[in-house]
């Protein structure tokens, strides 16, 4: 028996999953934000930091790919809910580390390390089944509204853990705020096992061999389709070219707020709460409004072109409030994109190919953002440390990109992209009669007598 498409945004399988991801994500940007403060304190060691952050996304390139295979071939619930458990279980492991061996600074940050690894591993596989799996827990029209609530859970997780990780650290401590987020994780897996995710499986297959095969033409498949698919093509080119112009804005933020804003470094973590804060009201924007069609290809690609001139404008002034404002509507900006682009791609991409293709766009995507990570520090020395013409430098790079990149037909044209709710009526009626088969035979009798009497006539 197929399985009815929800009714309503709120049902109980999406609202079980939401609060899910809420809690562990608001767990895990605590412990991110301790994990960073407790390294600085012990070892005083930027590389280490460094270090630390680079861990999180070398994962996300590397299984990204083929955890969306996967989340086509398995079932999406389960991924879900083993990898919270996972996580769960060695975040646990880590505080008691921290509690009863806090002597043992080594071992505890080689747990923080392989935390941090088994956290980005294991998200490179839910990531792909959570957004496979939203366009079957809700009905269609409220897919980017269900987007925007995702995005919003994700932005607020970051903008109290941002705000308020350093009193939570000094209240709680490292080892109090571990053991918090891997209840947390726990937590998020318990609600998510009571979720029912519609799903069309392939036929499983036992040895090893056949599964590594399958992989390899899922994951062909899923490059396939991204080459073939008129837009989706640009698309991917898009995200990689802004991910590396826009990497440098923030790894060279703290040089900017220090050197050239030169004021405390509280206004990092303010820059970075109005960014945070921004983002989350450009998904609200997208849930509340529910623009569509030629109106959102419009939005998107002004957006495109603002957010990469604020990134000049951030360069050229050197009060903190006005950076802080710009950071924020910038934030609006970004959100608002991200949503109706994982919106349109969700609608757009079939169900049972689509975790392999979120999860080549994500390997694709993610590459190239260390790239531009790695390049940003040189490239700033390069120039005497002049970070705002690193910023001006991105900025025009990612204006003119833009420019070019929205004169393709087909690149606009994935943006307009409509469902056939969005389109509504056509404007045209008609009406159906039914007729029975006598009256069937009679149209026909009717038919053949008048074609009979043309002839003869002729």
Known sequence: MKDEEPKKLFNKNYLLLWQGQFISRLGTQFFAFAMIVWITEVYDSPSLNSLFMM????????????GGAVADRYRRKRIIVFTDLINGAVVLVLALLFMFAPERQNFILIGIFAANM????????????????????????????ANSLGQMSR???????QGLGSFAYLLLGAPLLTLVNGISYLFSAFSESFIRIPQELPERIKSF???????????????????????????????VFITFFSAPITVLLIFFVLDFLEVGI???????????????????????????????????????????????????????????????FGGIMMGFFMVNISSILQYTVPSKIR????????TISG????????????????LNNNIPLVYIISGVFMILFTIWIALKKSFRDFLAYETDEEKGPTGFKYNIRMINEQENNQMYLNETIKQMEEKYES
Do not use: C
């Open 355 to 362: 975790g392999r293709v979120f999860g080549v766009l994500t």
């Open 367 to 382: 590459s190239i953002a260390p790239i531009g990570m790695g390049i940003s520090g040189p490239l700033a020395e390069l």
């Open 209 to 239: 061999k056949p599964i590594l095969k399958s992989f390899k033409a899922d994951i062909s498949e899923g490059i396939k389709y991204i080459r073939q698919t008129s837009g989706l093509k640009e698309l991917v080119f898009a995200s």
């Open 55 to 66: 861990l999180g996304g070398i994962p996300a390139v590397i299984f990204s790919i083929i």
């Open 266 to 328: 509280v206004w990092l973590s303010i820059l970075l709460v109005a960014h945070g804060a921004g983002n989350l009201v450009g998904s609200l924007i997208v849930g509340i409004t529910r623009v569509h069609g030629e109106a959102r290809k419009f939005w998107m690609i002004l957006f495109m072109l603002l957010e990469s001139t604020g990134y000049i404008i951030l360069a050229l002034i050197r009060m903190p409030v006005l950076a802080a404002i710009i950071m924020f």
């Open 155 to 161: 932005q607020t997780s970051m903008f109290v853990g």
């Open 118 to 145: 088994t956290a980005a591993t294991m998200g490179a596989f839910f990531g792909p089944a959570i957004m496979a799996s939203i366009p079957e827990l809700v009905p269609k029209k409220f897919v980017p509204t």
